[in-house]
């Protein structure tokens, strides 16, 4: 079997904290963006999406933020509970659409009651 | 509503054997997406087809893998012959690309080559 795999990095966070997910993306021709949610034994789920032409959108709990100066996407979840615990993907498209993914190597988040 | 539908979600099978991954997109996307997972490599997209045709297949590893959209709802992720390495989670997402929409993406075939 394989002995050496992605690094997941993890983020524990206690209930009712707020979490904040980072990514970097490399492709500076990128204009659109979007947050995945992965649990165990399920397909990546999407959570909310943001195009290069703003720098912050908020949805139910979620909030995405874009600095397209240093390449840095972050995902921040309020009031992060036990059902957040997943790896959380980041993905980026240089054609302004979701026609051509790259994924991160994603984030293992933990919430500890 | 139903999401994207793969079959079958486990498939343990021999080095050699032909293996094959279907999967019905959610009705009225326009794209489908075939992605594998592994530890290694983490999520990597293989092909996509635009409105039933091969747009991109970049990503296919070698000759061995194989994909067809024979119509809007329904596609093939075809292995032959297969070989260990090959073991992974398939993907398998659909959108409708022209709406700005995201791309839904299956539960997976969890793919084991003895």
């Known amino acids: 079997g394989e002995s050496v795999g992605l690094h997941l990095p993890t983020l524990s966070v206690q209930e009712g904290d707020n979490s904040i997910i980072n990514c970097a993306y490399s492709?500076?021709?990128?204009?659109?963006f979007i947050w995945y949610k992965q649990e165990s034994g399920k397909g990546p789920q999407f959570i909310i999406d943001?195009?290069?032409?703003?720098d912050k959108r908020q949805g139910q709990r979620v909030t995405v933020l874009l600095n397209k100066t240093v390449k840095h996407l972050s995902l921040q979840i309020a009031a992060t509970q036990p059902g957040d615990s997943a790896v959380y993907f980041c993905?980026?498209?240089?054609?302004?659409?979701?026609?051509?993914?790259?994924f991160g190597t994603g984030t293992r988040l933990q919430v500890t009651l | 509503d139903a999401g994207v539908i793969q079959s079958p979600r486990h498939e343990v099978t021999e080095m050699g054997q032909e293996v094959t991954l279907r999967c019905k997109p959610i009705?009225?996307?326009?794209?489908l997406f075939w992605y594998r997972q592994t530890m290694m490599r983490g999520l990597e997209l293989l092909i996509y087809?635009?409105?039933?045709?091969?747009?991109?297949d970049s990503g296919m590893p070698e000759d061995r893998f194989s994909a067809k959209m024979p119509n809007a709802s329904f596609s093939t992720l075809k292995i032959q012959p297969s070989e260990p390495r090959d073991s992974a989670v398939y993907f398998c997402?659909?959108?409708?690309?022209?709406?700005?929409?995201?791309?839904?993406f299956g539960d997976g075939t969890r793919l084991s080559i003895l």
């Open positions: 997402a659909s959108s409708f690309v022209d709406s700005g929409q995201p791309q839904h």
């Open positions: 492709n500076s021709a990128s204009d659109y």
């Open positions: 943001i195009r290069s032409n703003m």
């Open positions: 993905a980026e498209s240089p054609t302004g659409t979701a026609s051509k993914l790259t």
């Open positions: 009705s009225g996307h326009n794209s």
């Open positions: 087809f635009n409105n039933n045709v091969p747009i991109d």
